[in-house]
């Protein structure tokens, strides 16, 4: 199992990444803010369980691979000097993507918190909330079709990988004591303590 995504860079380009599974949190359990980095921050997101193997995936047949979805957090290091000089070293990969965009190659444990997962219809039909946002699928960065196209281009998606995409929001800045929340309709499918 992987977890791929894709966020906004914050330059106003699509950042795609590749998370292992140590990097998964599951809904319940505490995120503990890691001491490499002096700030870190939480985007929306949501979370596709894919059910079927897939490479290359044309957006008319996207829907085919995935059923369930959950609301989520992509916790990335704030932009900073020195993460900067990380993450824009160049890769064989990154090579090969589109001048558009960038490949995101740092991740760490526990940095995809991922809620409770529900049929994908109901999601798409409900209001969400994050926190005190109220959001919509309509706000993604990119509609799940077009996020599996681009994503399958690079790497084979298998069954059980989570992708996860972002919401067009501004992140949340992590402090000590809060708590991260998603409600899907009148339902908490998310809940983290941040400590």
Do not use: W
């Not at 946002?133 to 599996?148: G, Q």
């Amino acid at each position: 199992m992987k977890i791929l995504g894709i966020a906004n860079n914050g330059e106003g380009r699509p950042s795609l990444y590749l998370k292992p599974d140590s990097s998964l949190l599951v809904n319940r359990k505490p995120f503990f803010i890691p001491d490499f980095a002096q700030c870190f921050q939480a985007n929306p997101c949501l979370v596709l369980r894919i059910n079927r193997l897939g490479k290359n995936i044309a957006p008319r047949f996207a829907n085919r691979y995935f059923s369930e979805a959950a609301l989520g957090y992509n916790i990335s290091v704030a932009h900073s000097p020195q993460i900067s000089s990380i993450t824009k070293k160049h890769t064989v990969a990154e090579s090969t993507l589109p001048a558009d965009s960038t490949l995101s190659t740092f991740a760490f444990d526990y940095s995809a918190i991922v809620g409770e997962f529900q049929e994908f219809a109901d999601i798409a039909n409900s209001p969400l909330t994050f926190m005190d946002r109220n959001l919509c699928l309509d706000e993604l960065l990119y509609e799940p079709s077009r996020t599996l196209e681009f994503l399958s281009r690079y790497v084979t998606i298998r069954m059980g990988d989570m992708v996860c995409i972002d919401f067009a929001t501004k992140p949340l800045t992590l402090v000590p004591e809060l708590v991260l929340t998603a409600h899907i309709a009148d339902s908490q499918t998310l809940l983290c303590r941040v400590k």
